[in-house]
């Protein structure tokens, strides 16, 4: 790839970055639990199936809310699968204000590759970095803290920064600008369709899917100028 036309690249956080599953299926498992324990109840079955998670395999399922959605979004969802069952709505809230939570950043986060070596291999050619993620910025920011990675990262852009949020251009405008780039002038790198299509409704000059998170390569090949199995892939090809 020539890199001459580039100066940002703009990752995705969970599926991209680190392990989506081994933060989300878990915190997903423990919410479950937690609202039995605040009801008496078992929600497990509705909520999964709300949730579009698949229990047998671990694993959220592409295009679902676990795999989408961000927090504030999950949380109105959680709120309906009490409410259709039949909970009255304050019954419903003082269950979901007991059981709500976020996941731990330090503990769950599992990178997928090298993402200090990735981070300072792009940096020296050049490029900025940012994230974009269907995450909240502080949660965000203590998962780059954790794994040495916040003085790499030039701009992070959270679900929850008053933005729209994926598959809106919104997010990637945002980081172009605070970076001082074009669109044009940015990578996009996701897992998900929905990266993928907020990349190319932002105009940036180069869609590059990946499919260690939630999305086959079927997925997102209608939307991606390249697919690879993991963002370590990124600089070989850099590099050609």
């Given at each position: 790839?020539?890199?001459?036309?580039?100066?940002?690249?703009?990752?995705?956080?969970?599926?991209?970055?680190?392990?989506?599953?081994?933060?989300?299926?878990?915190?997903?498992?423990?919410?479950?639990?937690?609202?039995?324990?605040?009801?008496?109840?078992?929600?497990?079955?509705?909520?999964?199936?709300?949730?579009?998670?698949?229990?047998?395999?671990?694993?959220?399922?592409?295009?679902?809310?676990?795999?989408?959605?961000p927090?504030?979004?999950?949380?109105?969802?959680?709120?309906?699968?009490?409410?259709?069952?039949?909970?009255?709505?304050?019954?419903?809230?003082?269950?979901?204000?007991?059981?709500?939570?976020?996941?731990?950043?330090?503990?769950?986060?599992?990178?997928?590759?090298?993402?200090?070596?990735?981070?300072?291999?792009?940096?020296?050619?050049?490029?900025?970095?940012?994230?974009?993620?269907?995450?909240?910025?502080?949660?965000?920011?203590?998962?780059?803290?954790?794994?040495?990675?916040?003085?790499?990262?030039?701009?992070?852009?959270?679900?929850?920064?008053?933005?729209?949020?994926?598959?809106?251009?919104?997010?990637?405008?945002?980081?172009?600008?605070?970076?001082?780039?074009?669109?044009?002038?940015?990578?996009?790198?996701?897992?998900?369709?929905?990266?993928?299509?907020?990349?190319?409704?932002?105009?940036?000059?180069?869609?590059v899917?990946?499919?260690?998170?939630?999305?086959?390569?079927?997925l997102?090949?209608?939307?991606?100028?390249?697919?690879?199995?993991?963002v370590?892939g990124?600089?070989?090809?850099?590099?050609?």
């Open positions: 790839m020539d890199l001459s036309p580039f100066r940002l690249v703009i990752f995705d956080k969970d599926g991209t970055l680190i392990d989506f599953d081994a933060m989300w299926a878990g915190w997903l498992e423990q919410l479950a639990e937690k609202l039995r324990d605040a009801t008496g109840e078992s929600w497990t079955d509705s909520l999964y199936t709300a949730m579009q998670y698949d229990s047998s395999s671990g694993r959220a399922l592409a295009g679902g809310p676990l795999a989408m959605s927090m504030a979004e999950m949380r109105a969802l959680t709120a309906d699968v009490l409410l259709a069952r039949g909970l009255e709505a304050t019954a419903a809230e003082a269950a979901l204000a007991s059981a709500w939570h976020v996941p731990d950043p330090v503990t769950t986060a599992r990178p997928l590759v090298d993402l200090g070596q990735l981070f300072r291999s792009l940096r020296e050619r050049g490029l900025k970095i940012a994230i974009a993620t269907s995450d909240d910025h502080a949660p965000t920011a203590a998962t780059l803290a954790a794994l040495g990675l916040e003085g790499l990262v030039d701009v992070v852009v959270g679900a929850d920064e008053g933005i729209q949020v994926k598959p809106a251009p919104d997010m990637v405008w945002a980081a172009c600008r605070a970076c001082g780039v074009s669109p044009a002038q940015a990578i996009m790198v996701g897992d998900s369709v929905a990266d993928l299509q907020m990349g190319r409704a932002a105009g940036v000059g180069c869609n899917g990946v499919t260690s998170g939630v999305s086959p390569a079927g997102l090949a209608p939307f991606a100028d390249m697919i690879l199995p993991n370590a990124l600089l070989a090809e850099l590099e050609t």
